[in-house]
């Protein structure tokens, strides 16, 4: 699968309002979780043992309906977020999928794109690595870019402002 499927795919699941997904291939298993909910069982999955973090939802029933009110509020400080960038005027990059952000293809390779860079519809700004896959991160919009909002080797969720492209 190439980063242009996975995208459309997480537009087609976004526009849906689908938070969980999952495809099985005899190349390839996916599943995506989106929402506060998933970014939780991300951040756990890796320091904990797998039942672990399968167990915490169904035991505690109450505090994932209660997790409603929690997802609401990152997308309440959404705009507090974006009001940061506003002051930037231009268009903003969001992250496609969760991730870890990188600046370039390896350590010892210069970054993709720099503050001040001209930037053209197409263009490969980043890599965010998700699940040992490397996604190229296009611009969808030709301009200059005036602001980069994330350190290499940073983790970033989905829908989180990157770059500003004036």
Do not use: H, W
């Not at 309002?17 to 190349?27: A, Q």
């Not at 990152?74 to 992250?95: C, D, H, L, R």
């Not at 991730?99 to 720099?114: I, L, M, N």
């Not at 490397?134 to 909002?149: K, V």
């Amino acid at each position: 699968m190439n980063p242009k499927d996975l995208k459309e795919i997480l537009q087609a699941l976004e526009q849906a309002d689908v938070r969980e997904f999952s495809l099985k291939t005899p190349d390839y298993d996916l599943s995506i979780k989106r929402g506060a909910e998933s970014v939780a069982v991300y951040a756990q999955a890796p320091q904990a043992q797998a039942p672990q973090p399968q167990q915490l939802p169904a035991q505690q029933q109450a505090p994932v309906a209660a997790a409603t009110p929690p997802a609401a509020q990152p997308e309440a400080s959404t705009p507090a977020v974006a009001a940061a960038p506003a002051a930037t005027p231009g268009t903003p990059v969001k992250a496609p999928i969760v991730g870890t952000y990188y600046a370039s293809s390896s350590p010892d390779a210069p970054a993709y794109v720099k503050v001040g860079d001209s930037i053209k519809a197409g263009q490969v700004l980043c890599i965010i690595e998700a699940m040992k896959l490397m996604n190229e991160i296009e611009a969808e919009t030709s301009g200059t870019l005036r602001e980069i909002l994330v350190k290499n080797a940073e983790p970033v969720e989905y829908g989180q402002t990157l770059f500003i492209i004036e």
